[in-house]
């Protein structure tokens, strides 16, 4: 098994590194001709539509974004609308704009680099009201499943989980997959990092969405890959499954499954040629965990983050209490959300900038992440603009709710360079860097440990977007140098890797 040989891990994360000769000598180019279509279509099934009329929950984001519901129902089972809900605000379409000689785009629910849009769901689900036990793969365009397997497939994949507990008696088991080249298209072999930033914003909305529908869910990143690979009949040189989340509680497995015998079903080409970017196809097998048993040695506690001894000014952050949160539901925040494409250095409040802290880094429920607190990345920030706090960088403490000053200053230009020369990074109230100490992270997990790193550090980056458009401010994900950005939080984040980038702030009104 290669997981436990982590070099391969590091190599691909070196050799994926922007720097400014990477990004400014390269010759590569988009060939639009060859542009990957955005979707996955499966031209001979059959079309089940979803409810369109979904649920409206009226909790606000800021606390779905973070905690369950309080819900009195014992063993809650979705409903058909509830999957339509969780469907739809992770993954839906949420807005159509039309470019001038390009024709239509199609947004989605969660953010996602290039607008490439790699990710596709699959649902595997025991007999439900309004649905049969199957294996279903949702399409957002048209908002339908369409089944691929008929039958409750659940054991395989609670079997290739190594018995996870937290799958065991999940009526529906949805899972992520991911095509490189309809990423790689654009970002080449970093489209592997890419696989777990677009997975990260989407399961912060859908981990948000169940919540909302106080519908328990646990996502389960430590699996058998091959026979999930199996189960969904994905080519795997092209298209692998990255994650599962179990959602509700209280079905019972069946004691078999019918046999998944390989599938044969048409899919519809993405573009007249894909192109094969090996590294990535490196570090996945280079991640890919080989039986059960070996998925559940894996899942557990990360390793115990340390930090430098504080020795800079601490500042207090003072988020909301429940009753004075903000209440834009989570329906309306994930409906308003889209990537601010020009800040107006409008200061945000220390309250605006505590609740994105401390909503951001409640506990994730992920197997990698079991015990109470953990975590694997640290959140560092530039503050350009909040009021009552020094403009400068930080590292944040989330167990005691503080901002450490590292360095005062006005660091705007440098963190628009920071961003690959980005102005929005530099027109940002706030600019926020996850980064992770990775050799401890590999030690524990292997090279799957890094598939959690940057996991993780998406997760926490699509809560942001959440946290901000639930305040009526905006933020984008942004891209990075990454040794750069080590070395300007540096000597506190020596030697730590950088997982992710978001800018926060208000946008500015263009013309
Ligand atoms: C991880 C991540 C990185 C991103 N990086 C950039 C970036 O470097 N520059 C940029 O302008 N937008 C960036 N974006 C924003 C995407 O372009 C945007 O999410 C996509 O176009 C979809 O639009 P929407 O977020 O408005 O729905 C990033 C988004 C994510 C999730």
Excluded at 264 to 279: I, N, T
Excluded at 296 to 305: F, I, K, L, Y
Aim: hydrophobic fraction near 45%; include cysteine.
């Amino acid at each position: 098994m290669q997981n436990w040989n982590t070099e391969l891990a590091l190599t691909y994360h070196e050799e994926t590194k922007h720097s400014y000769d990477s990004v400014y000598r390269s010759r590569h180019f988009l060939d639009w001709a060859n542009q990957p279509r955005p979707f996955k279509l499966y031209p001979g099934l059959e079309a089940i539509p979803l409810p369109a009329q979904l649920p409206v929950s009226h909790v606000p984001a800021l606390l779905a974004m973070a905690h369950p519901v309080e819900t009195t129902a014992a063993m809650p089972r979705p409903t058909l609308h509830d999957l339509a809900y969780v469907l739809f605000y992770a993954a839906g379409i949420t807005k159509r704009r039309v470019y001038p000689g390009y024709g239509e785009m199609l947004f989605r629910a969660a953010a996602c680099t290039g607008a490439l849009y790699h990710i596709d769901l699959y649902l595997v689900v025991g007999d439900l009201p309004g649905l049969d036990a199957g294996l279903y793969h949702f399409d957002p365009q048209d908002f339908v499943l369409r089944q691929l397997r008929q039958g409750d497939y659940r054991r395989v994949v609670v079997d290739a989980s190594g018995y996870d507990p937290a799958l065991q008696e999940a009526p529906v088991i949805l899972i992520g997959s991911d095509t490189f080249w309809r990423n790689a298209w654009k970002y080449r072999a970093r489209a592997y990092r890419h696989s777990f930033w677009d997975d990260g914003t989407i399961l912060a909305n859908l981990l948000a969405a169940a919540n909302a529908r106080a519908l328990p869910v646990h996502l389960t990143l430590g699996f058998a890959d091959a026979p999930v690979n199996a189960l969904l009949g994905l080519d795997t040189d092209r298209e692998v499954a990255l994650f599962l989340v179990g959602l509700g509680a209280g079905a019972l497995l069946p004691t078999v499954s019918p046999p998944a015998d390989p599938l044969q079903v048409d899919v519809a080409p993405l573009s007249a040629e894909e192109l094969d970017y090996p590294a990535i196809r490196l570090i996945h097998a280079a991640s890919s965990l080989d039986s059960p048993e070996d998925a559940a040695e894996w899942r557990g506690a990360a390793p115990e983050t340390s930090m430098p001894a504080t020795s800079g000014d601490l500042f207090t952050l003072c988020p909301d209490t429940k009753e004075s949160l903000p209440q834009a539901t989570l329906e309306d925040v994930i409906r308003r959300r889209g990537s601010a494409r020009q800040f107006s250095q409008r200061p945000l409040s220390l309250t605006q900038l505590s609740n994105v802290l401390v909503r951001t880094t409640q506990p994730i429920p992920a197997d990698f992440l079991a015990a109470p607190g953990g975590r694997i990345n640290d959140l560092y920030c530039i503050v350009n603009a909040v009021s009552d706090v020094p403009s400068g960088s930080y590292v944040f403490h989330p167990q005691d709710k503080t901002l450490e000053l590292l360095q005062a200053g006005d660091f705007r230009l440098q963190a628009g360079a920071l961003a690959l020369g980005q102005e929005l990074a530099a027109d940002a109230s706030v600019a926020v860097f996850m980064l992770c100490d990775l050799p401890p992270v590999l030690e524990r997990f292997g090279n799957r440990g890094y598939r959690a790193a940057q996991l993780e550090a998406g997760i926490l980056g699509g809560r942001i977007y959440l946290a901000a458009y639930a305040q009526d401010f905006g933020a984008t994900g942004l891209t990075f140098f990454d040794d750069d950005v080590t070395a300007f939080f540096s000597p506190h984040a020596a030697d730590k890797s950088v997982m992710f980038l978001t800018a926060l702030g208000y946008a500015a009104r263009r013309g």
